[in-house]
């Protein structure tokens, strides 16, 4: 079965440090969607691409996150400089989305940051 | 626009009894609806999806929903609660061909040996 790939799975870092995650998307899904997932704010949009193309950002924190898929097998977000609240787990997921019906997301294990 | 409401956002059965997790959606298009359910320290599992052909949609682990326009509700059903059911369940829409995916609150699955 094709799945969605995230690295890593748990990452544990102090405030100010950057932080990278990753995800490889499914092969020929056009669509990858990064969501953030907390206890208090449940599952959060935080931006997504459409064929590699940043489609919405608006969820993001623009001044210490970033989003970006420099090809088809690859998309990273990262923050610098963390801070505490960025604890959460991220999951990336991905669709073929757009076409008669949308697909349903698949979604990654997701990583667990913890910013202490 | 779209919107999906969890009409409960902890339900609690007994091991072997019927599970029933309720849905409302709301939607301009034809919406297509999905389930998902996400265990402790996982990711969001597709468990079953409607995307306008049969109402009665049938999923994995023996679940299944129905689609009732007329009551805008895609219910989430189980003959009999299994252990391995304990879990959190989340109710999806998104329009046809939309950008967007509106995930409902969640409702978490206790099961009682």
């Known amino acids: 079965d094709a799945r969605v790939t995230q690295t890593p799975r748990h990452k544990v870092t102090e405030m100010g440090q950057e932080v990278t995650m990753r995800c490889q998307p499914i092969?020929?899904?056009?669509?990858v969607f990064w969501y953030r997932q907390t206890m208090m704010q449940g599952l959060e949009l935080l931006a997504y691409f459409r064929n590699r193309a940043p489609l919405d950002d608006s969820g993001m924190p623009k001044d210490r996150f970033s989003a970006e898929m420099p090809d088809a097998t690859l998309a990273t977000l990262k923050i610098q400089p963390s801070e505490p609240r960025d604890s959460a787990v991220y999951f990336c997921?991905?669709?073929?989305?757009?076409?008669?019906?949308?697909?349903?997301?698949?979604f990654g294990n997701g990583t667990r940051l913890t910013v202490t | 626009a779209q919107s999906v409401t969890q009409l409960d956002s902890h339900v609690s059965v007994s091991e072997g009894t019927p599970v029933l997790l309720r849905c409302n959606y709301s939607?301009?298009?034809?919406?297509?609806l999905f389930w998902y359910v996400q265990h402790p320290n996982k990711g969001l599992q597709l468990l079953l999806k409607y995307t306008s052909a049969a109402t009665l949609v049938k999923g994995i682990n023996g679940f299944e929903a129905e689609f009732k326009k007329s009551e805008t509700s895609f219910h989430l059903t189980k003959p009999s609660a299994h252990m391995s059911d304990a879990a959190e369940y989340f109710c999806?829409?998104?329009?046809?061909?939309?950008?967007?995916?509106?995930f409902g609150t969640g409702t978490s699955l206790t099961v009682i040996p």
């Open positions: 997921a991905s669709g073929l989305i757009g076409q008669r019906p949308n697909s349903p997301l698949h």
């Open positions: 939607s301009s298009y034809s919406p297509s």
């Open positions: 999806v829409v998104t329009a046809y061909t939309g950008n967007q995916f509106y």
């Open positions: 092969l020929g899904h056009n669509t």
